[in-house]
Nanobody
Framework: QVQLVESGGGLVQPGGSLRLSCAAS????????IAWYRQAPGKERELVAA???????NYGDSVVGRFTISRNNAKNTVYLQMNSLKPEDTAVYYC????????????WGQGTQVTVSS
């Protein structure tokens, strides 16, 4: 069975930093593209950052210059370093793996809460 477990969320003041982790098991981690999404209450889930199996990254416009996604294939873990946090970053953050070999499918973690408030 495939499992994705997010961790590292919490309460932080505006301008602070958090480092989220997503640990994967039961999957050939290094072969797949991984993304972080977030969803705030009453809002649609949105893409935050993505990293390909080759290490190429993409970011949502609202986090460019503040967030950095990285991966450690040896540890089956992807990270999201979040700096200069703003209240509007408050959301549940989820990691996602999209498997592009048949059968094409998505895996999601249960999410970790990030709250940015003074």
């Amino acid at each position: 069975q495939v499992q994705l477990v997010e961790s590292g969320g919490g309460l932080v003041q505006p301008g602070g930093s958090l480092r989220l982790s997503c640990a994967a098991s039961g999957i050939f981690f290094s072969a797949h593209d991984i993304a972080w999404y977030r969803q705030a209450p009453g809002k649609e889930r949105e893409l935050v950052a993505a990293i390909t199996s080759g290490g190429r990254t993409n970011y949502g416009d609202s986090v460019v210059g503040r967030f950095t996604i990285s991966r450690n294939n040896a540890k089956n873990t992807v990270y999201l370093q979040m700096n200069s946090l703003k209240p509007e970053d408050t959301a549940v953050y989820y990691c996602n793996i999209k498997v592009m070999v048949l059968p094409v499918r998505d895996y999601w973690g249960q999410g970790t809460q990030v709250t940015v408030s003074s």
